[in-house]
């Protein structure tokens, strides 16, 4: 019976709805899909108090309608903005960005491959809640399996994902906990792959904003967190993105929604424009419209309030060190790459680098050894730093190096 009523309903979402006025055909959502309608999804955001909060920040930003916030920088993980921060809570289907990150990272290294063929178990077929569907004993490949987590939160594939990677969901579960604990993620605790409500599945909004960071570090996952709609099996399984603002937000890059009883209505949202890319993160929404609006009031503010800025070249400022027992005396350091900060617009002039250099060295000094530092400001905040290097290698005087010099000497004498 239930083999029928999967069969039944992968049939009926391969229909297509006809939109009032005569408009086209629309593939309709996968079943169960964050509990998000196609009517929501269909329509562009409203003027909301996002806008408000983007021009006023502050206590507008305090007022978006979610339990818990952050806004971080991508690059450096600033932080922006942020709400209880902090505060464990329910993810929800967010737990799916831990579940991506070691995907990608298994690809990159060669452990597994997009065209891998992965046989669905009989629990991972089990999984409720988003799902394509799938049958015990059916095969997909890892690409597709990875389309239907990362557009369409599909509990079963990711599921599967992790089986194929770890053996288990239990395995693949232990491994998303190791990783948190190298990311930093010291209030997460994950219990499944999925996000499905589950006592002692916790994390934050800055743990959360943490591995969504990690993620996007792989340039290959934004090829399916930006896709709006796709499809598996031939066309037969529509996917739909439950995050409508990979539609309707200028330079949505991702990333992931989540709902759930216990969580609430979740959204880590990701974009770039302009230089500046940004994570936004909202958990405890009542509704999917609150979380969006919470996620696009983040967003908004950051992009209207910051920029990336670029520290100038301080290689005027950069002074000849003395070297103790070497082959030459001193040597003119160089500056490696600085990198870039985020501040205020208003307040990107006032950006300033203060150089510290050692007072001298003993040899032997090796090329690329670090002898100073630049620390960047904004006012009396430490904004970042990067190190100063030996351009050169300068070995140690001895014998051999000395009886060079002298003869060298010599001859020139002559």
């Not at 290294?109 to 077929?125: N, Q, R, W």
């Not at 993620?185 to 800055?206: I, K, P, Q, S, Y």
């Not at 070249?313 to 900060?341: C, F, K, M």
Request: proline letters at 4%.
């Amino acid at each position: 019976m239930r083999r029928m009523t999967r069969k039944l309903r992968r049939a009926l979402r391969g229909l297509s709805l006809l939109l009032a006025a005569g408009m086209l055909l629309v593939p309709v959502l996968p079943a169960a899909a964050e509990e998000v309608t196609w009517q929501e999804l269909s329509q562009p955001f409203p003027e909301s108090r996002a806008v408000m909060a983007a021009v006023q920040g502050g206590s507008a930003l305090e007022a978006l309608p979610a339990e818990s916030m952050i806004l971080v920088e991508q690059g450096t993980g600033k932080v922006l903005f942020e709400k209880n921060a902090d505060e464990p809570m329910p993810p929800a289907s967010i737990t799916k960005i831990m579940s991506l990150l070691l995907v990608m990272e298994a690809l990159d290294s060669g452990k597994i491959a997009l065209t891998d063929e992965v046989t669905c178990s009989e629990h991972a077929a089990g999984m409720g809640g988003s799902q394509i569907w799938l049958e015990p004993g059916e095969t997909m490949t890892v690409e597709e399996l990875l389309k239907a987590s990362a557009i369409a939160s599909a509990n079963d594939a990711i599921v599967a994902l992790g089986e194929h990677l770890a053996g288990s969901e239990e395995a693949f579960v232990e491994q998303m906990n190791r990783r948190a604990a190298q990311l930093g993620m010291e209030n997460t605790h994950f219990v499944n792959a999925t996000g499905l409500d589950a006592e002692g599945h916790l994390t934050t909004a800055r743990d959360i904003s943490a591995m969504a960071r990690e993620l996007l570090r792989h340039d290959r996952i934004v090829e399916y967190s930006t896709v709006w709609m796709d499809s598996l099996r031939g066309g037969e399984t529509q996917l739909v993105n439950t995050n409508k603002l990979v539609r309707y937000y200028e330079g949505c890059t991702g990333l992931k929604t989540g709902t759930t009883d216990g969580a609430g209505s979740c959204l880590a949202a990701s974009a770039a424009r302009e230089g500046l890319s940004l994570v936004a993160v909202s958990l405890g929404s009542a509704t999917s419209a609150d979380r969006f609006d919470s996620c696009r009031g983040l967003l908004d503010y950051g992009f209207a309030n910051f920029t990336t800025c670029q520290v100038p070249d301080v290689s005027d400022q950069l002074a000849r060190i003395p070297v103790r027992g070497g082959v030459l005396e001193d040597l003119l350091p160089v500056a490696d790459q600085a990198p870039a900060v985020v501040v205020p617009k208003d307040q990107a002039d006032q950006v300033t680098q203060q150089v510290t250099l050692s007072e001298g060295l003993t040899a032997p000094v090796e090329a690329g050894q670090t002898v100073g530092r630049v620390e960047i400001y904004l006012g009396e905040e430490l904004l970042g730093q990067y190190p100063v290097l030996s351009p050169l290698e300068i070995p140690a005087m001895d014998w051999a190096h000395a009886l060079k010099m002298v003869f060298s000497g010599a001859l020139r004498l002559k």
